[in-house]
């Protein structure tokens, strides 16, 4: 069954298209994420869903029941709907146990104030006022208590930004097992694609121009990227020029196997970092050779920067990530493999 449906929704603020022709539906009980920079309409789509804006063109359905289109618009505050926002919006004059209460049907919902107050880490906390509490547990409070009041849906706007980053892993991650323990059907928008990937079951990216690039899964989307945008999505990538012949695309870094269906045309390569993969040599170096301009061990990885020599002998700057051991000094040669599964290629 579907928790909500989005058909043909086309949306203008100031005569400016802001959305053009969005069309996702979310599985109950799942989680999908609206995915896009700033500016792309995100925020704008989830107030059409909540029905804090009317629809102008299109149609919005929850649960089977059409609850938004040009004629119809169903008040936001009958759409059994959870929202949880950037400024978590807790009532500062209430304590924790009082802001937990407020939901006008709590005292009807399967959890008990002091079992979700475990869920959330905070156990000796209900008597504490929202001032007392740091940004992650507010967070946690505002999302217990839109949880608290078993909304069909649950609507999540960018609610981890402006967390720091060792506490946003944290509350993420609180979160993630929190909406699986209470099985409710959850949208939520981000510019992160850590975080989409991380949280949903399905990702919705959206450009600059409103509308929705590419639709799947987070492995559809990171696996099969329909074009360069999809790809950039993800991360840096080392990109390329070239003509597919005979199957192959010669770039700085080697060939580059092509779909058969871009024969004779230019194309353009993506390599993500991950994808180039690097062997310490003595000079000379058989095969493609590149050389360690900066070695910088990042943690989980080593991030190589390379410089290559392209047809014209000219310089090319092309970066790769390799395992931690692994940190050739300045100015050392290594060869050069490429992992044809991090590679893709895309029609000029």
């Known amino acids: 069954m579907l928790a909500v449906e989005v058909q043909n929704i086309s949306h203008k603020i100031n005569n400016k298209n802001i959305l053009n022709n969005i069309n996702f539906n979310l599985k109950k009980d799942s989680i999908s994420c609206i995915l896009g920079p700033s500016g792309s309409g995100k925020t704008t789509l989830l107030k059409l869903i909540a029905g804090l804006?009317?629809?102008?063109?299109?149609?919005?359905?929850?649960?089977?029941?059409?609850?938004?289109?040009?004629?119809?618009?169903?008040?936001?505050?009958?759409?059994?709907?959870?929202?949880?926002?950037?400024?978590?919006?807790?009532?500062?004059?209430?304590?924790?146990?009082?802001?937990?209460?407020?939901?006008?049907?709590?005292?009807?919902?399967?959890?008990?104030?002091?079992?979700?107050?475990?869920?959330?880490?905070?156990?000796?906390?209900?008597?504490?006022?929202?001032?007392?509490?740091?940004?992650?547990?507010?967070?946690?409070?505002?999302?217990?208590?839109?949880?608290?009041?078993?909304?069909?849906?649950?609507?999540?706007?960018?609610p981890f930004s402006s967390l720091d980053l060792n506490l946003r892993e944290e509350v993420r991650?609180?979160?993630?097992?929190?909406?699986?323990?209470?099985?409710?059907?959850?949208?939520?928008?981000?510019?992160?694609?850590?975080?989409?990937?991380?949280?949903?079951?399905?990702?919705?990216?959206?450009?600059?121009?409103?509308?929705?690039?590419?639709?799947?899964?987070p492995a559809d989307l990171y696996k099969n990227p329909k074009n360069s945008y999809v790809t950039e999505f993800f991360g840096e990538t080392n990109r390329f020029h070239g003509v597919v012949n005979n199957s192959c695309v010669e770039t700085p870094v080697g060939k580059i196997k092509a779909p058969n269906e871009l024969e004779n045309k230019n194309v353009e390569v993506h390599v993500r970092p991950q994808g180039i993969k690097l062997k310490q040599q003595p000079t000379p170096v058989n095969g493609i050779k590149g050389t360690v301009m900066a070695s910088k061990l990042m943690g989980s990885f080593s991030f190589i920067h390379l410089s290559v020599l392209n047809d014209n002998n000219e310089i090319v700057h092309v970066h790769s990530h390799m395992p931690p051991e692994f940190n050739p000094q300045q100015s050392s040669a290594v060869e050069i493999e490429i992992d044809q599964s991090q590679t893709f290629i895309f029609k000029n």
């Open 53 to 158: 804006e009317k629809v102008q063109s299109g149609k919005i359905i929850i649960n089977g029941e059409e609850v938004s289109s040009a004629s119809k618009h169903l008040p936001t505050e009958k759409r059994k709907i959870g929202f949880l926002f950037q400024d978590y919006a807790l009532f500062p004059h209430l304590t924790v146990k009082q802001n937990l209460e407020y939901p006008i049907n709590y005292k009807n919902s399967v959890y008990k104030i002091e079992d979700i107050i475990d869920l959330i880490k905070l156990p000796n906390s209900l008597n504490k006022f929202p001032h007392e509490l740091s940004g992650g547990e507010q967070q946690r409070v505002a999302l217990a208590r839109s949880i608290i009041s078993q909304p069909d849906l649950l609507l999540l706007d960018e």
């Open 173 to 217: 991650d609180d979160t993630l097992h929190l909406l699986q323990k209470s099985n409710i059907s959850v949208i939520i928008v981000t510019h992160d694609p850590f975080e989409a990937m991380f949280i949903s079951n399905q990702i919705n990216i959206m450009d600059t121009t409103g509308y929705i690039i590419q639709s799947g899964s």
